[in-house]
């Protein structure tokens, strides 16, 4: 067992302090995983590396509940990039609101290019298409939200979900095409 697993099982049986040794443990990754969706945004954003970081790990530990718990670390950081990406949508939509000037457009994506520089709308695309998707299957909606906010190599997304590399290749390319149908009719 890991010390982040172990210490994820402590804060799971409720140790007040398990949450204080997680965060210098897991804070680079953490750190790395956000920087690199961050990346990809606009410059002058109010939202940096370690704001994301701060806020996802709050959601994540500051608020865990004891009868939910991470299985281990692969879930952790799952978990942690899934929250990522709710609070960049939550952002996205907060600035893509019609009292602060946004409004949705047509998008015309020849080809859909999940790491491109998005919008608010663009990222509200990507998000409710998304959506659809994992109402559809699950587990390919899983393998694009690893690849696409998580920053993870497809057999990493693989080795996460239990999968081969080549069910991911394949799950990676009806998602793709599958995510750009929908986006173009956004």
Do not use: C
């Amino acid at each position: 067992m890991s010390e982040v697993t172990r210490i994820l099982s402590a804060i799971e049986q409720g140790d007040p302090h398990a949450a204080e040794e997680l965060l210098p443990l897991v804070y680079d990754e953490l750190r790395t995983l956000a920087a690199h969706k961050l990346a990809h945004e606009k410059p002058g954003q109010t939202l940096d590396a370690t704001a994301l970081v701060h806020e996802a790990y709050l959601r994540l530990v500051g608020a865990r509940s004891v009868s939910v718990g991470f299985a281990n670390r692969r879930h952790f950081f799952a978990a942690a990039a899934e929250a990522m990406r709710r609070i960049l949508v939550d952002r996205a939509r907060e600035r893509g609101a019609q009292k602060r000037g946004g409004d949705r457009r047509r998008l015309r994506l020849d080809q859909i290019q999940l790491a491109a520089e998005e919008t608010p709308a663009e990222f509200l695309a990507v998000h409710e298409a998304l959506n659809k998707l994992a109402a559809k299957d699950p587990r390919k909606a899983e393998l694009v939200k690893l690849r696409f906010f998580a920053g993870m190599t497809n057999q990493e997304a693989a080795e996460v979900l239990g999968i081969s590399t080549s069910t991911a290749d394949n799950d990676w390319a009806y998602a793709r095409a599958w995510l750009r149908a929908e986006i173009q009719d956004y």
